[in-house]
């Protein structure tokens, strides 16, 4: 549960940072996971449905930029999705009734780690409602050396930017085109357990990881479970299924906004790293290595 005064940061901000969520045992089976997960990617060549593959990767040198779906591949992040402390923790911002939306591992590797531009998370999956959120799950200490998130306080009350350069979707947002004063961006900075929250409309982005030590962060998708996607639901029972806590709905809330659809998408595709290497001008530098 989070205090008042914990709730009004979110609100006010956009994000919050929750240390001390899960054990340090968890923490490591979770990382131990990760690392097996590494190993075998050294039998993959290009990006499947588990693995998002950093540039320069090899079998002799596996690089994993990250671990799509990971609820979905192993039952520890599964387990953590359910945790309780973190439900009720999310139940206090968008309500007690929480869907998955969907779950990534963002690895960030030492000394190479990518980059993610400054984005919207619901400019990729809106919805009919934005009650929705992003749940960060740090595995590693994470400070600005090694690539943390950067959030702009307040932005969560923005509409949503434009993230379409030459008529495509290119999930990112040219701040300098659009006057965007990135100087107030705070630094997510968390131990391993610990958690930050950041609302679906909050505009953020990381730099490349420069540092020896990575970065691994498990992220949760979380929606109100009356928000409904406006690309629409192909499988109600695999929709409702996605339910961590409460019930489902059959009514859903639709709130007076604009959106934006994700569309036409750019010929790279996948992952927020392939959708954004159609954005040009890169804001943040990528490693040489
Ligand atoms: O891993 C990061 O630093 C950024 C994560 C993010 O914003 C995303 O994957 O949408």
Request: net charge negative.
């Amino acid at each position: 549960m989070l205090s008042q005064a914990q709730i009004n940061f979110y609100n006010e901000n956009g994000f919050l940072v929750v240390e001390d969520v899960f054990p340090m045992d968890v923490v490591e089976e979770a990382r131990a996971v990760v690392e097996d997960f590494v190993e075998k990617s050294r039998t993959v060549t290009e990006h499947t449905d588990v693995y998002d593959l950093e540039p320069g990767h090899s079998p002799q040198a596996p690089r994993v930029r990250r671990l799509k779906n990971p609820v979905a591949i192993h039952p520890i992040f599964d387990r953590m999705a359910r945790s309780d402390k973190l439900l009720d923790i999310v139940a206090d911002l968008i309500g007690p009734d929480i869907r998955l939306h969907g779950s990534k591992l963002n690895m960030k590797a030492a000394a190479y780690g990518s980059p993610v531009e400054w984005h919207q998370d619901f400019a990729f999956y809106p919805h009919t409602n934005d009650d929705l959120l992003a749940v960060g799950i740090y595995l590693d200490d994470c400070t600005t050396e090694n690539g943390c998130m950067l959030m702009i306080p307040g932005s969560h009350r923005w509409e949503i930017l434009d993230h379409h350069q030459d008529g495509v979707f290119v999930g990112a947002v040219d701040v300098k085109r659009w006057g965007i004063d990135t100087s107030s961006a705070v630094p997510i900075v968390a131990r391993a357990g610990g958690i930050s929250l950041h609302h679906c409309r909050t505009l953020h982005g990381s730099a490349t990881n420069t540092s020896p030590k990575p970065r691994r962060l498990f992220l949760l998708e979380l929606a109100a479970a009356d928000a409904c996607p406006v690309s629409g639901v192909t499988d109600l029972a695999q929709f409702n299924a996605k339910i961590l806590r409460g019930n489902p709905v059959s009514r859903y809330r639709v709130k007076d906004m604009d959106i934006r659809l994700p569309l036409p998408k750019p010929e790279r595709q996948g992952s927020i790293y392939e959708i954004q290497t159609a954005f040009r001008p890169k804001v943040f530098a990528t490693a040489q290595t």
